[in-house]
């Protein structure tokens, strides 16, 4: 459901109210009792699940550096496999 914000004429009182979509634009205050019309507001919303983070999500740098290296080494070996060349 989502959350939707209020200003009363008469008091100038800002409230948010939990309702369905089909609801009313208008409310009665509850500090003073008298109208309140909704406002436009910035929507909020909230990411749930996975996928939504830094750390779901990694840069290529990241899942590169993450993944295991083959041994290396400066000598010169012949039949080294970690020898570089």
Not at 3 to 21: D, L
Not at 31 to 48: D, N, Y
Request: charged share 20%; hydrophobic share 25%; proline share 9%.
């Amino acid at each position: 459901m989502p959350i939707y914000e209020y200003r009363c004429q008469s008091c100038n009182h800002i409230f948010e109210k939990m309702q369905p979509f089909s609801a009313g634009h208008r409310q009665p205050c509850p500090k003073c009792g008298e109208t309140a019309e909704r406002m436009i507001s910035l929507g909020s919303f909230v990411l749930k699940g996975g996928g939504w983070y830094v750390t779901d999500h990694p840069s290529k740098a990241r899942t590169d550096a993450a993944k295991p290296q083959p041994p290396t080494c400066d000598k010169k070996c012949e039949n080294c496999s970690t020898a570089t060349t």
